[in-house]
């Protein structure tokens, strides 16, 4: 089976976890930390806000089900791309809206979107979201992969 990787961050992780891994065609989610100055940082680490690390949900998908544009109109969807650092009551750079692109045409289509988006802003806000070349993955704690799920929740404050 042909697979991709696509990695965002859109505050905390948990809420971007449970909503791409109900998507058909999203073979896996893995929450981590990318983006950061620390190797293989914890979540004690990461909540300083000092590391520069930023919570993120790796998605591994099948491009013939779901293509990587359609996984970026969910990622817009689920939080607010205009708010710096910071989603809903989440506050810091680790909380930042950032796509962590792994190709050049993951990037030319994170950077379209961004821009399709800007210009049909209702709100006249600009979108922030950073596109960046994807670091290193530092996949976090056993105890947040799939919170909320093992807690019986469908969502936080997405």
């Keep these: 089976m042909n697979t991709e990787i696509a990695t965002f961050g859109a505050g905390c992780f948990w809420g971007p976890e449970a909503s791409f891994s109900n998507i058909p065609g999203v073979q896996e989610t893995t929450v981590g930390y990318m983006g950061g100055t620390l190797d293989n940082p914890g979540y004690r680490d990461v909540c300083t806000g000092e590391t520069g690390h930023?919570?993120?949900?790796?998605?591994t998908f099948n491009p013939e089900q779901v293509s990587y544009?359609?996984?970026?109109?969910?990622?817009?969807?689920?939080?607010d791309p205009t708010q710096v650092n910071r989603q809903g009551p989440d506050i810091g750079l680790q909380y930042r809206s950032v796509v962590f692109c792994h190709s050049a045409e993951q990037t030319a289509q994170a950077t379209a979107s961004k821009e399709k988006l800007n210009a049909g802003s209702a709100s006249g806000r600009p979108v922030v979201t950073g596109i960046e070349t994807a670091p290193t993955f530092?996949?976090?704690?056993?105890?947040?992969?799939?919170?909320?799920e093992k807690?019986?929740?469908?969502?936080?404050?997405?």
Aim: aromatic share 14%.
């Design 69 to 79: 544009v359609e996984l970026l109109e969910v990622f817009w969807g689920i939080h």
């Design 151 to 158: 807690r019986g929740l469908a969502f936080c404050h997405v």
């Design 54 to 59: 930023v919570e993120v949900v790796q998605v």
């Design 138 to 148: 530092w996949r976090a704690e056993d105890v947040h992969q799939k919170y909320l």
